[in-house]
T-cell receptor, first 113, second 113 residues
Framework: AQSVAQPEDQVNVAEGNPLTVKCTYS??????LFWYVQYPNRGLQFLLK??????LVKGSYGFEAEFNKSQTSFHLKKPSALVSDSALYFC???????????FGKGNQVVVIP | DSGVTQTPKHLITATGQRVTLRCSPR?????VYWYQQSLDQGLQFLIQ???????AKGNILERFSAQQFPDLHSELNLSSLELGDSALYFC????????????FGSGTRLTVV
């Protein structure tokens, strides 16, 4: 069964510093990987996805993620965090042949001014 | 506006009652997915419909049911409500039955008192 682990409940980072949100996954076969962001009282907004090809994926708002097959990871990164990046971040995976996304529990990111 | 419309945005009801949540998918999308977001369980997949037919089922309680109508809108029915059913219910849509492009609505916040 497909699953995702986001090991940290909260990530605190100073504004201007690099931001990393960790994600590891478990699937049978090749994974399709996603990152979403949720602002308070809002729905999920798509950031980026890995389907195939280049392991480094660039997405919205300056975010990027690196697919690492050997470590089964898909960490989200941003070189310089903004206060407005404070939100809840979800990693998700879909395995081939499965119709739905499996989400991690989410990471609260707090960017400190 | 993501193109996926969920109504109502907020719902407060008493234990034992029944409610209906509505989702209109993005124009052209045939698949509708329902997810439940709660503090303790995170984002849980409930059920998927594609072009009017049920396609996948997740952790959906027997007290919950859903359907997709010919105009492709979907309704999630929750009955015999319990305090633990209080959550944010999201709808997402996609063009295909198995997709890597999902659009999420802003959710319906259900509070059971």
């Amino acid at each position: 069964a497909q699953s995702v682990a986001q090991p940290e409940d909260q990530v605190n980072v100073a504004e201007g510093n690099p931001l990393t949100v960790k994600c590891t996954y478990s699937v049978s076969g090749n994974p399709y990987l996603f990152w979403y962001v949720q602002y308070p009282n809002r729905g999920l907004q798509f950031l980026l996805k890995y389907i195939t090809g280049d392991n480094l994926v660039k997405g919205s708002y300056g975010f990027e993620a690196e697919f690492n097959k050997s470590q089964t990871s898909f960490h989200l990164k941003k070189p310089s965090a903004l206060v407005s990046d404070s939100a809840l971040y979800f990693c998700a995976v879909r395995e081939n042949g499965n119709n739905r996304l499996a989400f991690g529990k989410g990471n609260q990111v707090v960017v400190i001014p | 506006d993501s193109g996926v419309t969920q109504t109502p945005k907020h719902l407060i009801t008493a234990t034992g009652q029944r409610v209906t949540l509505r989702c209109s998918p993005r124009s052209g999308d045939l698949s509708v997915y329902w997810y439940q977001q709660s503090l303790d369980q995170g984002l849980q997949f409930l059920i998927q419909y594609y072009n009017g037919e049920e396609r996948a089922k997740g952790n959906i309680l027997e007290r919950f049911s859903a359907q997709q109508f010919p105009d492709l809108h979907s309704e999630l029915n929750l009955s015999s409500l319990e305090l633990g059913d209080s959550a944010l219910y999201f709808c997402a849509s996609s063009v295909a039955e198995a997709s890597n492009d999902y659009t999420f609505g802003s959710g319906t916040r259900l509070t059971v008192v």
